[in-house]
Every structure is written in C-alpha cells, then in structure tokens.
C-alpha cells in the first residue's frame, strides 16, 4: 500500500491489499513570477498489485505535496492519481506532476518554507508506518533480540 526509503511496505493484513506502491524517484523543476514561485513535483511510481492477475485494473493513490514554514504546514494540497494495470500486468509504472503554489513573503522570497510530498496515508496506514519504524528503532538498539 504504501513504502518507505528500505522498500516495500506491506499493509496490516496481507488480503486487505489490491496494490501497493513505492517512489522510485523524483525531478522537481520551479518556476518564479513576479508574486509566487510554483514547485512542480513529478515523482516515478512503481507499483504492484496482489491476487490473480486476469483483468487490467486501476487503483487510484492519493499524494500530498505540502509547504511548510517552520513546524506549521501552510499550504497543502491532496490529489488522487490512477495507476492503470494493464490484463496480465502485475507492476506498472507512471509518473505524473503535482505542484504547489507559494507566494512571496514580505521579503520578496518564498525562501522560509519547504515543500514535502508523499503518499497521503489514512490513519490506519500511518500507525502501521509507524509501527515498523518503531520494529526498526528496537532492532537497532537490540539488534540479538529484534522484536
């Protein structure tokens, strides 16, 4: 469902799943005018689907790209993208665009903020990010005794 920089992810329960995906990589390009600077985002996307493979299939991901000034968000922007799984496609790949607009501050920069993007999880995927992160902190601290 979801992946992180070690790999794939796999979701709570394994027969939950129609398709899970990761970011390969990204390209980012940003483009100024006189009020704003947008950040365009296109990230690589690889994804695989589980089950029988019969028919083509599309799964829609949602993604975030988000500023952020500091420790607040202050703008963010969710949109759903398709993965298309072609008859007989386990994986498929595509890539696609989200941008953010930031207009300037008093300075004339849009300098203090930070844009981040991902996957935009639900709260059941974020405590089940977490808890792998967790599962790694304790086998790193105890590495003889992982849990």
């Known amino acids: 469902m979801v992946s992180d920089a070690q790999g794939w992810a ?3 329960s394994s027969t939950d799943w129609k398709a899970r995906a990761q970011i390969n990589e990204f390209d980012m390009k940003c483009k100024v005018s006189k009020t704003n600077v ?3 985002i296109t990230p690589k996307v ?3 689907r589980s089950g029988e493979v019969t028919d083509s299939m599309k799964q829609e991901l949602p993604f975030f790209i988000a500023a952020m000034k ?3 968000i202050v703008q963010k922007n969710i ?3 398709i993965i298309n799984f072609t008859s007989q496609e386990k994986m498929a790949k595509d890539d696609f665009t989200i ?3 930031l207009p300037f501050n008093d300075e004339g920069t849009a300098a203090d903020r930070s844009v ?3 996957f935009q999880l639900n709260e059941e995927q974020l405590n089940y990010m977490r808890s792998l992160r967790e599962d790694r ?5 105890n590495p003889e005794n992982p849990q």
């Open 116 to 118: 981040f993007f991902g």
């Open 38 to 40: 947008t950040v365009q």
């Open 99 to 101: 941008s953010i607009e």
């Open 46 to 48: 690889a994804a695989e």
């Open 137 to 141: 902190a304790n086998a790193a601290i």
């Open 10 to 12: 796999e979701p709570p």
């Open 79 to 81: 949109e759903n993208k």
């Open 70 to 72: 500091g420790d607040e």
